[in-house]
């Protein structure tokens, strides 16, 4: 039996929603989630999500570093889950810290680092370009790294606790740089989506979602063109 041109059509769009269907579960499994949000967000924050109050408390520290002179960005690891394909990084904040500075600044992000886990912190100083962009030159991150490991690990993996921890660790980490937070800190919202990792599986998830009733509806259409074909034959 041959399909009509209609039903041809619809075998092909469900072969391709079908093909992106079993895509979309990569997405979920992102190399590193952290080096994504970082490149156009301050703070990554967990899958695990901290409360408003604690995002915004992490937000306003980092912006307060900024306007003291010290670029920083933050990244919150509460579970494995958080490090993507790369799970056995998990409980080694300052090796962790090292392999996330190499990926953005791959990206020409050159600001300095710091992550949060529940065994500890990881920093790193950030860098120049010189040589008219060709080659980098990494600041002295000694003190930063002395800053770090005087500062309490949080030993939870509450995921405020451990957001409320990088505010701790970014003002230790900006005074060590010769960049001290003077004064409160003022909360900033934070942004719609959540700049976490959490908020692109949910897209990834959604579009999943959607490219799945795509591939129902062209499975009834061909069914619907079958059986067309069927009493349109001669008998």
Do not use: W
């Amino acid at each position: 039996m041959r399909l009509r041109p209609c039903a041809r059509g619809c075998l092909a769009a469900l072969l391709a929603a079908l093909a992106c269907v079993s895509l979309a579960p990569a997405a979920l499994a992102d190399g590193d989630p952290a080096s994504d949000v970082l490149l156009y967000q301050q703070v990554f924050f967990p899958y695990a999500s901290p409360s408003p109050g604690a995002k915004a408390g992490l937000l306003g520290a980092v912006a307060a570093a900024k306007r003291a002179g010290f670029t920083v960005r933050v990244a919150v690891i509460q579970s494995r889950r958080d490090l993507g394909a790369d799970p056995e990084l998990f409980a080694k904040p300052q090796l962790y810290a090292k392999f996330l500075d190499a990926e953005l600044r791959s990206a020409r992000y050159l600001g300095a680092l710091v992550v949060v886990m529940p065994q500890g912190f990881g920093v790193a100083a950030g860098g120049t370009l010189t040589h008219n962009g060709t080659r980098y030159s990494p600041r002295p991150a000694g003190a930063l790294l002395r800053a770090a490991t005087r500062l309490q690990p949080p030993q939870s993996s509450d995921p405020d606790t451990l957001t409320n921890a990088g505010v701790a660790a970014v003002r230790a980490v900006a005074a060590a740089a010769g960049h001290p937070i003077r004064g409160k800190i003022t909360k900033v919202a934070p942004p719609t989506g959540g700049g976490g990792a959490g908020s692109g599986s949910s897209r990834s998830i959604e579009l999943a979602a959607g490219l799945a009733v795509l591939a129902l509806a062209a499975i009834a259409m061909i069914g619907v063109g079958i059986r067309r074909s069927r009493t349109s034959e001669p008998g």
